[in-house]
T-cell receptor, first 114, second 117 residues
């Protein structure tokens, strides 16, 4: 079964701790993305990557970091510098060839920081 | 820069009726893709329908269809025979055709759709 997995589904951390959210895809997609969603709100782009070893800041990159060492994996680290880290985080991927340009999404991770 | 606007934060429709969700976008590009995504209470994002800008024919997927007006930069979603399972947040999205390093999808802020039994 091809798809995107995010783990864990729920994550709890104490304030001041860094935390890494996992995102893995076996769709052979080149591009991967991280979004943040706050209650009742839309999606805000954190970081994205079109190819391995390259990534771009999105609209709200401050307090976050990413790596893209493998095509299949795009982990997101929420650092202690992120002022309001509690949110729902969605990972997505897409092809870069013409035609099916939509993004496929993982099930999301709900991060709670207290 | 491209923008996507959904002017209806919330809408309600009676079960079995038809509802139309509005979306407008701004772009200087001539070729692009438009999407509608659905996010039910489970929060899983699901692609509902896709439209290529070069195609004049409106896309249709079962009970879901779009009204794509390229000159007006409008991309509305029509849901026919609304069902309780259609209750969700709906997002309109835009993507350029060129695949450069800055390639990304632009999302609207969403419309929450309530289905009244």
């Amino acid at each position: 079964d091809g798809g995107i997995t995010q783990s864990p589904k729920y994550l709890f951390r104490k304030e001041g701790q860094n935390v890494t959210l996992s995102c893995e895809q076996n769709l052979n997609h080149d591009a991967m993305y991280w979004y943040r969603q706050d209650p009742g709100q839309g999606l805000r782009l954190i970081y994205y990557s079109q190819i391995v070893n390259d990534f771009q800041k999105g609209d709200i990159a401050e307090g976050y970091s990413v790596s893209r060492e493998k095509k299949e994996s795009f982990p997101l680290t929420v650092t202690s510098a992120q002022k309001n880290p509690t949110a729902f985080y969605l990972c997505a991927s897409s092809v870069r060839t013409s035609g099916r340009r939509e993004q496929y999404f993982g099930p999301g991770t709900r991060l709670t920081v207290t | 820069a491209q923008t996507v606007t959904q002017s209806q934060p919330e809408m309600s429709v009676q079960e079995a009726e038809t509802v139309t969700l509005s979306c407008t976008y701004d772009t200087s590009e001539s070729d692009y893709y438009l999407f509608w995504y659905k996010q039910p209470p489970s929060r899983q994002m699901i692609l509902v329908i896709r439209q290529e800008a070069y195609k004049q024919q409106n896309a249709t997927e079962n009970r879901f269809s779009v009204n794509f007006q390229k000159a007006a930069k409008s991309f509305s979603l029509k849901i026919s025979d609304s069902q309780l399972g259609d209750a969700a947040m709906y997002f309109c999205a835009y993507r350029s055709v060129p695949m450069n390093r800055d390639d990304k999808i632009i999302f609207g802020k969403g419309t929450r759709l309530h289905i009244l039994p």
